[in-house]
């Protein structure tokens, strides 16, 4: 009789960041590892934390940007590895976040090494894993929704408003 060794369970959240060029393209922000792979910032989840919140912590920690909109989740993904000769099944709970503004930057001292604005394409090519393409263009679909019913881009600046000009009466005649 074999005896088979059941793989530890764990459980993250990450956020796929995207912001429209002025044309309204999307731009999708991708981070590197420490493993020189592409993919996207995700992490633990800490105690009593929802993977909403995570995702959104995670996120702006691995990528310096405070500015960022919780837009949903996009979907759970899962898969298996080998790491210090453990087994390990991970479970990671993705969210959309739109960032309006502000400079992406690497969490150096976490091993994210660069960070970089793609397109959809360009983003489809570079990503590392099969499984962040197949969430990125979920998150794509996504956005895409989200500019058809009016929102995921900017609003417009508020006109000011200018009163009308008050009407000057001629000085009376002497």
């Not at 983003?123 to 894993?129: A, D, G, M």
């Amino acid at each position: 009789m074999s005896t088979k060794k059941r793989a530890e369970r764990e459980v993250s959240a990450g956020g796929i960041v995207f912001r429209r060029d002025l044309d309204g393209t999307p731009r999708f922000l991708l981070i590197r590892d420490s493993y020189r792979h592409w993919g996207f910032p995700k992490g633990h989840l800490e105690e009593e934390e929802s993977p909403a919140d995570a995702a959104t912590r995670e996120t702006r920690e691995e990528t310096g940007l405070e500015q960022l909109i919780l837009r949903g989740p996009i979907r759970l993904i899962d898969w298996h590895f080998r790491f210090r000769g453990k087994y390990i099944h991970k479970y990671c709970h993705f969210f959309l976040f739109e960032s309006p503004e502000g400079e992406a930057v690497p969490q150096v001292d976490e091993g994210i090494t660069a960070v970089r604005w793609e397109t959809l394409d360009r983003s489809l090519e570079v990503l590392s894993y099969d499984n962040a393409r197949g969430v990125l263009k979920r998150a794509a679909e996504m956005a895409r929704t989200l500019v058809a019913v009016g929102r995921g881009r900017p609003l417009p600046a508020p006109v000011p408003i200018v009163p009308p000009p008050v009407p000057v009466s001629a000085p009376p005649a002497d």
